[in-house]
C-alpha cells in the first residue's frame, strides 16, 4: 500500500507533529509514504529525518495550476493508493485538481481543529463526493463537523486519536525554566505550550493569573507560555502590563521540543476557546502532569472533572483561578491527577494505537469498490 500525505503547512504545531507520529508508526504495516510538501518549511526539515519519501515543491497556491499540475503528476508517477490530506488547504488542492484531472484515487482527510464560520465554498469542498473517509481527532471534533456535512458525507467520519509516542526515556529539556526565567523555588510554575492564534485564547491565560494573584491575593505563582509568537502577540503583552503580571507570566516564544520541559511545571494550563486535541493535552499526560483546561476538543473524553484533572466551560477566568488555586498546596493530588492520566493515555493516545487505528482505516478503504 502506498500513502500520499499532503500538508499545506507552513509553520510548526500540534498537527505537524502529529504527522510525523503518523509517519514514523505505519511502516510497521508495510505502508509505503511519500509527503507532498512545501520546501523550505518545518515539516519539511523535519520530515527529512524520517521514514516517507519527500516530494516538496516551492510554495503555490492549492487552486493554481502549478499545484494541480505537480499533484496529478504525483499521483500518475507514484501509482498512489491512498491520498491522505492534513491540512485544510491540501483539501482545497485535492478537489480542485481531481475536478480537472479526475484523479481516481481513495482520498482521506483528517480533520483536526473546529472552525468559528464555514463558508459555503468550504462546505463544497468538505462535501466533496470523491473524499472517502473523514477522520475526526476526537469525539468533539466529529459532532461539530458533522454539523456542515450531508447526511450522506457524516457516513464518512471516523473518529481516531491523536498519539504519542510512549519513550523508555523521556527527552531532557535544554535547560531548566526556574533557573533561565528566575522564578523562586516556592512558586508554583504553570505552563501553557500553545502558538498565539485566536482558537488558544490565551488572553483567558492572562485574566486567569490575575484573578489568582491579584484578586485572590496568591502571589507565589509563575506561569510560562511557550509557544509562537503572531500579530495578536503584542496585545497579549499589553494586557500582560495592563493586569501588573509581569513578574508572574513569561512569554518564552517558541522552543524546540517544548514538550520536554513539561516535567518541570507543576500543571499545564489550557485555555482554548476551539480546538481538535488540543496536542498538548496528550504530551501531558504522557509527562506525567496534571492538567486544568477549558472544556474544548478531547478534553471531555480524557479529564473526568475532579478524578485526574479539572475542566471547566470555556472563558470562564475566575472558574479556572477557583480550580487552580487548591492545587497549589495539594501535592498528593497532583500526583494521583498525573498517574490516572498516564494510564488512560497508554490506553487510548499512544502512537502505537495512533499509527494501528489509522491504518485499520486505510485497509477498509482499500477494501471497498472506488466508486468514480
Not at 494541480?68 to 504525483?74: A, D, G
Not at 510560562?224 to 495578536?232: A, D, K, P, R, T
Request: glycine fraction near 6%.
Amino acid at each position: 500500500m502506498t500513502v500520499l500525505h499532503i500538508s499545506g503547512a507552513r509553520s510548526w504545531g500540534g498537527n505537524e507533529q502529529q504527522l510525523i507520529n503518523l509517519m514514523d508508526e505505519l511502516p510497521k504495516y508495510d505502508v509505503v509514504q511519500k509527503l507532498f510538501c512545501f520546501s523550505g518549511t518545518p515539516l519539511e526539515k523535519e520530515a527529512k529525518l524520517h521514514e516517507v519519501e519527500l516530494l516538496s515543491v516551492p510554495f503555490f497556491e492549492p487552486f493554481s495550476k502549478e499545484y494541480r499540475k505537480n499533484l496529478k503528476n504525483i499521483i500518475k508517477d507514484n501509482q498512489i493508493d491512498i491520498i491522505h490530506l492534513h491540512t485544510s488547504d491540501a483539501v482545497t488542492g485535492y478537489v480542485v485538481t481531481d475536478l480537472f484531472y479526475s484523479l481516481k484515487t481513495r482520498t482521506l482527510f483528517a480533520r483536526k481543529g473546529i472552525r468559528r464560520k464555514t463558508s459555503l465554498l468550504s462546505k463544497y469542498k468538505y462535501n466533496y463526493k470523491n473524499i472517502d473517509t473523514i477522520l475526526c481527532i476526537s469525539e468533539y471534533v466529529r459532532e461539530h463537523f458533522s454539523k456542515i456535512l450531508t447526511k450522506k458525507n457524516r457516513e464518512k467520519l471516523v473518529v481516531v486519536y491523536n498519539g504519542v509516542k510512549v519513550l523508555e526515556q523521556l527527552p531532557k529539556a535544554d535547560f531548566n525554566l526556574r533557573d533561565k526565567f528566575n522564578i523562586p523555588k516556592d512558586h508554583f510554575l504553570i505552563g501553557s505550550i500553545a502558538n498565539h492564534t485566536k482558537a488558544k485564547d490565551l488572553p483567558v491565560l492572562v485574566e486567569t493569573l490575575d484573578e489568582i494573584v491579584n484578586v485572590q491575593g496568591n502571589k507565589k505563582v509563575s506561569l510560562i507560555q511557550m509557544g509562537q509568537f503572531s500579530g495578536l502577540t503584542e496585545e497579549l503583552k499589553d494586557l500582560i502590563k495592563e493586569k501588573k503580571l509581569d513578574g508572574h507570566i513569561e512569554l518564552a516564544g517558541f522552543l524546540k521540543n517544548a514538550s520536554a520541559f513539561m516535567p518541570q511545571f507543576d500543571m499545564v494550563l489550557i485555555t482554548s476557546e476551539r480546538e481538535g486535541g488540543p496536542s498538548s493535552l496528550v504530551e501531558a499526560l504522557h509527562y506525567k502532569t496534571p492538567v486544568v483546561s477549558t472544556k474544548v476538543g478531547v478534553v471531555e473524553e480524557v479529564i473526568e472533572d475532579g478524578y485526574n484533572g479539572y475542566s471547566v466551560p470555556i472563558k470562564r477566568p475566575q472558574l479556572l483561578a477557583e480550580k487552580i488555586i487548591p492545587l497549589m498546596d495539594k501535592p498528593e493530588l497532583l500526583k494521583a491527577f498525573a498517574e490516572r492520566s498516564y494510564n488512560i493515555f497508554l490506553e487510548k493516545f499512544t502512537a502505537e494505537r495512533l499509527g494501528e487505528a489509522t491504518f485499520k482505516v486505510y485497509k477498509g478503504m482499500m477494501r471497498k469498490n472506488l466508486e468514480r
